[in-house]
Nanobody
Framework: QVQLVESGGGLVQAGGSLRLSCAAS????????MGWFRQAPGKEREFVAT????????YYSDSVKGRFTISRDSAKNTVYLQMNNLKTEDSAIYYC?????????????????WGQGTQVTVSS
């Protein structure tokens, strides 16, 4: 079992920045590849960012590429999502997720564990 706890969400003006954190506990952090998803009201949960299985590469959705950066601190069992130049359309609940299986990294079904989410609201 893996427990994931997100933090760092909040209210920010368009053009601003936020850094989300996801602290993992339970089974060995390095056994899982972490990722971020988000879900806006009335919309499906969508992929935001993740690492390759080797952790040497990162993947981003087209909507956040160039503005968001995913990073990890293995010593702290924590994954981060630095979000810059935020737009109103980035407003959503952001979820941290962990996967151990193979499969498309942008698919929800590829992930084994999920956090409870943290709200990000971007005002105009």
């Amino acid at each position: 079992q893996v427990q994931l706890v997100e933090s760092g969400g909040g209210l920010v003006q368009a053009g601003g920045s936020l850094r989300l954190s996801c602290a993992a506990s339970g089974r060995t952090f390095n056994n899982y590849v972490m990722g971020w998803f988000r879900q806006a009201p009335g919309k499906e949960r969508e992929f935001v960012a993740t690492f390759s299985r080797s952790r040497s590469n990162t993947y981003y959705s087209d909507s956040v590429k160039g503005r968001f950066t995913i990073s990890r601190d293995s010593a702290k069992n924590t994954v981060y999502l630095q979000m810059n130049n935020l737009k109103t359309e980035d407003s959503a609940i952001y979820y941290c997720a962990a996967r151990s299986r193979t499969g498309p990294v942008q698919n929800l079904g590829s992930y084994d564990y999920w956090g409870q989410g943290t709200q990000v609201t971007v005002s105009s």
